[in-house]
């Protein structure tokens, strides 16, 4: 169990219930099965799947709500089209990405911003995740799943800041106000 807790799936779990315990509403998301998660990687031509992306599928892959909004990520919207534009924009910029074809692509953004794991290391439990845009170099941004999942987490407090700002000069609660707990 500590070997669980300390792994990549860990600290994948411990930043969700951190965002939980700040206040997201942990009904707001729902998780894929390994089965779907399984289907997402062949249709990507990808045989394994890191732990900590496993983890984070399990948790958000069905329906990130706050997490990635205005962005595609998850098991029903990251597809083989996703991974053919992610392609060719790599393709187009300059990159030191290793195994493009094996590449295992997380999310998509507006149609010229992709999040994606380099193929050649997909071995790891908890690898880089690069960010690449049109008309800009690729890079490595985050040091791993794990620290890419931290970062991209919505910020609980901000959100319920700006939502209490509404209500006191008379605004309309927005929708995504259902998905902060005490909202």
Same mark, same amino acid.
Request: without cysteine; glycine residues 10%.
């Given at each position: 169990?500590?070997?669980?807790?300390? @792994?990549?799936?860990?600290?994948?779990?411990? /930043?969700?219930?951190?965002?939980? +315990?700040?206040?997201?509403? %942990?009904?707001?998301?729902?998780?894929?099965?390994?089965?779907? /998660?399984?289907?997402?990687?062949?249709?990507?031509?990808?045989?394994?799947?890191?732990?900590?992306?496993?983890?984070?599928? %399990? /948790?958000?892959?069905? !329906?990130?709500?706050?997490?990635?909004?205005?962005? =595609?990520?998850?098991? =029903?919207?990251?597809?083989?089209?996703?991974?053919?534009?992610?392609?060719?924009?790599?393709?187009?910029?300059? =990159?030191?990405?290793?195994?493009?074809? @094996?590449? #295992?692509?997380? +999310?998509? =953004? !507006? @149609?010229?911003?992709?999040?994606?794991?380099?193929?050649?290391?997909?071995? !790891?439990?908890?690898?880089?995740?690069?960010?690449?845009?049109?008309?800009?170099?690729?890079? !490595?941004?985050?040091?791993?799943?794990?620290?890419?999942?931290?970062?991209?987490?919505?910020?609980?407090?901000?959100?319920?800041?700006? #939502?209490?700002?509404?209500?006191? /000069?008379?605004?309309?609660?927005?929708?995504?106000?259902?998905?902060?707990?005490?909202?």
């Amino acid at each position: 169990m500590t070997n669980q807790l300390n @792994g990549a799936s860990g600290r994948v779990r411990a /930043i969700f219930d951190g965002v939980v +315990s700040a206040g997201l509403r %942990r009904g707001s998301v729902v998780g894929a099965s390994d089965g779907e /998660i399984d289907r997402f990687a062949a249709e990507q031509g990808v045989v394994r799947v890191p732990a900590a992306v496993r983890e984070v599928l %399990r /948790i958000i892959g069905g !329906q990130p709500g706050l997490w990635f909004a205005g962005t =595609h990520f998850g098991v =029903h919207v990251v597809d083989a089209g996703t991974k053919r534009a992610a392609t060719a924009t790599v393709d187009n910029v300059p =990159h030191d990405i290793r195994d493009i074809p @094996g590449m #295992l692509v997380l +999310s998509a =953004h !507006q @149609g010229y911003a992709y999040q994606m794991i380099d193929g050649a290391v997909l071995d !790891q439990d908890d690898p880089p995740v690069w960010d690449v845009s049109e008309g800009e170099e690729a890079r !490595q941004a985050w040091s791993s799943v794990s620290a890419w999942f931290a970062a991209s987490a919505p910020n609980i407090p901000e959100l319920y800041e700006m #939502l209490q700002l509404k209500r006191e /000069i008379g605004r309309p609660v927005p929708s995504w106000a259902a998905d902060i707990e005490d909202s």
